[in-house]
């Protein structure tokens, strides 16, 4: 048996358009938190007299977390839950976790 590599989180920023229903933006800032941070602090200052927008910082294994998760930010459609118990079931045996 081999052991398992850490899993990295993974940033990423997203730029949300409450009126609108819309993402404007969706960033990855790999490992670097630090950058991450830095820039969601600028986008936070840009926009604190905009209440439409939500500037979202979140950590995942991947791109595909982020979008079960965070559904309600993709507009290409919202998670159901055979695709969230899916996903989760796969999470939990890639960490030896019994089902």
Do not use: C, W
């Not at 965070?70 to 989760?88: Q, R």
Request: proline residues 2%; without cysteine; aromatic residues 8%.
């Amino acid at each position: 048996m081999t052991a398992k590599q850490p899993s990295r989180t993974k940033n990423f920023l997203i730029v949300f358009d409450r009126q609108a229903g819309r993402r404007l933006q969706l960033l990855e800032f790999d490992d670097d938190a630090e950058a991450a941070v830095t820039r969601y602090q600028e986008l936070e200052a840009e926009n604190a007299d905009n209440p439409r927008m939500d500037i979202v910082l979140v950590g995942a294994e991947s791109l595909d977390a982020i979008r079960i998760t965070h559904a309600s930010y993709f507009t290409e459609g919202v998670s159901t839950a055979k695709e969230v118990e899916s996903y989760l079931e796969k999470i939990m045996l890639e960490h030896g976790v019994a089902i």
